[in-house]
C-alpha cells in the first residue's frame, strides 16, 4: 500500500502582496504538508460570492503521507502564522491566504469540518482552471468526471485570467536524474522507510531486502556462534541472487532504482559475526561476487544512535529481533563507518537521523532530500 497520496490543494489571496502571499504558502505546504510535485499557473479572478478585490488562485499537486485530518490542522496553523485571521461572521470574507483540500486520492471525506472532494470544485472556475494545469488523471468519485469534463460543464462564466507562471519549490528534481540510489542503515534506522518514500515520490522503480525469507535469522538470535556462517551465506546468496535478478529488470541507463540496501552490508554483518577463519573464506567469495555487481550513484547511510535503533527495533515489533543487544548495533555501525573510509571510488553521503522523524515531520524528509540533491549536484 503506498505510503504517499496524491492531494490537490487550491491557494488564494486578495490582500496586500498577493504573489508574495501565495509564493510563501506553496513554500511551506512544501515544508510541513508534502512535496509540492506540480504548480498551476497564477491566476486572477474576481471575488465570489461577495464584493472585494480581485483574488490570485493557483492549485498544487501534493505528495503527503497525511490524513485528510492532519492536513486541515496544519493548514490552519499555515494560514494563521501567514497572517490570516477568520471573522465570526457566516459568509464570504477577504483574506491574506486561504488553503482548500480539492481532492484526496479518489476518497470521499464527510465530516463536519471536512468535506472532500470539495463540494463546490465543480462550480468553481477558479477551481477548476488551476486544477486542469495540474495534468492529474483524477476523476470526481461522486460525479464520475475527469477535470476537463468538470470544466467544460461548469456554468461559472467569471473571468479566470493568467497572470504568470509560478516555480515549483521541487528543485529537488535532479534526484530522479541519476540511475540507482542505495539507502542503507543500521537495522532500524529507517532505511526501508526512506527508501519507499523515494520510490513514490519520484516515480523510481524500488528493491527492497527480502530479509523475512531467510530461515536462518531466528535461529541465528537465538545461537549466533552455530548459525552465524549459513546465515551470513545465505544472505550472500539472496542478495546477489535479488540484486541481479531486479537490477536486470531495469536498464540501469534509463530507469531510476532505489534499493533499501548495497550487497556491500553482507561483508559489514559477516565481518561482525563470523570467525576469523570463516570471515577470510567468506570474503574471498564476496570479492567474486561484488565485481559483478553495478555501483550505485549515491551510496547513502542513514546514521542513528543506539538508543533510537533499540527503540525503533522494539516498536516494528518483529520477534526475532528483540533479543539484539546494543553492542551487536555498535559493531555493526563500527563496520558501516570502517567500511565508508575505504570506499574511495563510491559517491557516500552520511545523514545523521538521530534526531529526525522523517515520517512524522515532513521538514526532516525535505531536509534529507536537499542533502541528497546537494551531494548529487557536487559530485
Known sequence: MSMQKKVVLSLGSNQGNRLEHISNCIQQIHQ???LVLRVSKLYET??????SDAFYNCAVLVHTAFTPEQILRKISSIEKELGRTRKKTLG??????DVDIVSYENQIVNTEHLHIPHP???DRRFVLQPMADLKLDWEHPV???KVAQLLQDCTDESPCEVVSELTSPMQLGHINTVNYIAIEGNIGAGKTTLATKLSEDFNAKLVLERFADNPF???????QNRYAFPLEMSFLADRYQQLADDLSQ???????VVADYHIFKSLIFAKVTLQEDEFRLYKTLFDIIYKEMPKPDLYVYLYQNTDRLLKNIKKRGRSYEQEIPAEYLDKINKGYLDFIKTQLNLNVLIIDVSDYDFVKRQEDYVSILEQIHSKLNTK
Open 32 to 34: 510541513r504538508i508534502g
Open 46 to 51: 474576481p471575488a465570489w460570492g461577495f464584493e
Open 92 to 97: 464570504y470574507e477577504a483574506r491574506l491566504i
Open 120 to 122: 463546490h470544485m465543480q
Open 143 to 145: 460525479l464520475h468526471k
Open 217 to 223: 535469522l531466528p535461529k541465528f538470535y537465538k545461537d
Open 250 to 256: 531495469f536498464d540501469l541507463f534509463a530507469d531510476f
